[in-house]
Structure formats: C-alpha cells, structure tokens
C-alpha cells in the first residue's frame, strides 16, 4: 500500500467512499463516540475572520472535540454543519505556512457544505491543501 510524502498515513482501497484510494485513515467510531461524549466547542462560527489572518473567513462553523490532543499538541479540529448525520468525512490538510500535517473531522454536514470545506481548505493550494476522505459515498447523503 502506499504512503504519503510523510510517511504516516496509509491510502485505502479505492471506492465510491474513497475515490483514488486518497491518503489518510479514520476511526469512524471511535471519533464519533468520542464528539458524543465529549462535545464539541465552536471556536470560530460561521462567518467569522482567522484571528491571525483576517482575510480568511470561515464559511462553516469551526472549532475542536473536547478533552482531545492531537500531533501539533491542539484539539482534532472540526468543521459543523446544519445537518444532523453525524461524522461524515474528514479531510488531511498540508498547511505551508505551518509546515504540518494534520487531520480535521466533518461533522453535521449536507453534501454542500462538504464541497464547501473542501473548497475552503484547498482555495489558496500554495498555502493550505487538503484530500477530503468520505465516511459514507457522496451520493448516499444526498
């Protein structure tokens, strides 16, 4: 199987869920369990600027589970949205600026606004770029 140019996620088999087998690993239901007992704290809602880059602002709600710790020592950030689906994908960023890789959960959210995250962490791939990994088929949230 292959690796990514860092050498720490595994790529899946290719699927309706997982087209091109792109990099990364979830446990679904761990990650779930763990935003159900914990909860989720929105850090930046829906319109609100980048406290350190004011020119970005998010579309969706952001913010991170509680009582987690991730690689870069913060909360597994998370983006929220208006459904109710539960976690539905995430996505693997590179963030230049930062020089990391880093994973951030998808929760909540209708088809849109998934291609709406996606759209976001990809929009500037100089600076910040991401692979989108689907827990269900596109399709099936439609």
Request: glycine share 12%; net charge negative.
């Given at each position: 199987?292959?690796?990514d140019?860092?050498?720490?996620?595994?790529?899946?088999?290719?699927?309706?869920?997982?087209?091109?087998?792109?990099?990364?690993?979830?446990?679904?239901?761990?990650?779930?369990?763990?935003?159900?007992?914990k909860?989720?704290?929105?850090?930046?809602?829906?319109?609100?600027?980048?406290?350190?880059?004011?020119e970005?602002?998010?579309?969706?709600?952001?913010?991170y589970?509680?009582?987690?710790?991730?690689?870069?020592?913060?909360?597994?950030?998370?983006?929220?949205?208006?459904?109710?689906?539960?976690?539905?994908?995430?996505?693997?960023?590179?963030?230049?600026?930062?020089?990391?890789?880093?994973?951030?959960?998808?929760?909540?959210?209708?088809?849109?606004?998934?291609?709406l995250?996606?759209?976001?962490?990809?929009?500037?791939?100089?600076?910040?770029?991401?692979?989108?990994?689907?827990?269900?088929?596109?399709?099936?949230?439609?």
């Amino acid at each position: 199987m292959p690796t990514d140019p860092f050498g720490c996620l595994t790529a899946g088999p290719a699927d309706d869920a997982n087209p091109g087998g792109v990099y990364g690993f979830v446990d679904w239901k761990q990650w779930e369990g763990l935003i159900s007992l914990k909860g989720i704290t929105i850090e930046r809602p829906a319109g609100a600027p980048h406290p350190d880059h004011p020119e970005i602002v998010y579309p969706i709600d952001y913010g991170y589970v509680n009582g987690t710790l991730t690689v870069d020592g913060a909360e597994m950030d998370v983006f929220k949205g208006t459904a109710d689906n539960g976690l539905v994908a995430a996505i693997f960023t590179e963030d230049a600026r930062k020089g990391d890789l880093e994973a951030k959960l998808i929760v909540d959210c209708t088809p849109a606004e998934i291609y709406l995250v996606n759209g976001f962490i990809n929009f500037a791939p100089s600076l910040m770029q991401g692979r989108l990994l689907m827990r269900y088929p596109m399709r099936s949230l439609w």
